[in-house]
């Protein structure tokens, strides 16, 4: 039987705010019945987007926790995390550490989602900074990068941490019970790369992971890696 999970939405964040959130939710709710939804945002707004979809506020799948501010695109992670504690993204998050939620969802300030996520929720014993992954179309199905672009400057113990939660992610989520994972490189040869590409490509190979070792940037795409690691700045321009 499969789990029944709970998901913060942060319903104000991002380009187009409630236009896009709501109808997304709504969809997923009719896509999935494992799934419950907490709409967080102004809570009088989103009650008359609400109005010709009151089924699933009445059925519970779906309730609203009101925010009373929003954290612009443009604002300063220092500034939403000190100003905008009822926040939306704020609140959703809030939801998660309380235990009301499973996860939260925000497609606002990528900055501020990070900083609040790692105040709000801290992490995981071993684990310095939270880091963006995606997963990207490859020639096998798809391949999981990560940072793209929460830490641009990195040391060689961060790569290493990525490549420990890309490995479990991919375990977890995508069932590969041995991830192979490549440090993204300039070249496969040894010689290659700065000097934290090669402290970190000495990490992993002393490591458990299934380290197959440099990648280059069109191996993503080739497959024959599930976990592709690199600091913040090469992967938001990759």
């Not at 992670?77 to 704020?90: E, I, N, T, V």
Request: with cysteine; hydrophobic share 45%; glycine share 10%.
């Amino acid at each position: 039987m499969t789990e029944h999970r709970v998901i913060s939405l942060d319903a104000m964040g991002g380009d187009h705010g409630l236009a896009t959130v709501v109808p997304a939710a709504l969809r997923i709710l009719e896509r999935r019945d494992d799934l419950d939804l907490i709409l967080v945002g102004d809570e009088q707004s989103l009650r008359q987007r609400l109005r010709e979809h009151p089924q699933w506020l009445e059925k519970g799948r779906l309730r609203i926790q009101h925010a009373s501010q929003v954290v612009d695109m443009d604002e300063l992670p220092s500034h939403a995390l000190r100003f905008k504690k009822d926040s939306s993204m704020r609140v959703a998050i809030n939801l998660v550490k309380q235990g009301d939620a499973q996860a939260a969802v925000s497609a606002g300030n990528t900055g501020a989602l990070m900083a609040t996520a790692r105040y709000v929720l801290k992490t995981l014993p071993g684990i310095d900074r939270p880091a963006i992954l995606t997963a990207i179309p490859s020639m096998e199905g798809h391949t999981l990068v990560l940072d793209l672009g929460a830490n641009i400057d990195c040391s060689a113990e961060h790569l290493f941490q990525f490549a420990v939660m890309g490995s479990v992610l991919a375990n977890a989520v995508d069932g590969v019970a041995r991830p192979r994972v490549g440090l993204l490189n300039i070249g496969e040869e040894e010689i290659k790369g700065n000097d934290q590409v090669k402290e970190a490509h000495r990490l992993l190979l002393d490591s458990p992971l299934n380290y197959i070792g440099y990648v280059e940037g069109d191996d993503v795409y080739k497959g024959g890696v599930d976990v592709v690691v690199c600091d913040g700045f090469v992967g938001n321009v990759a």
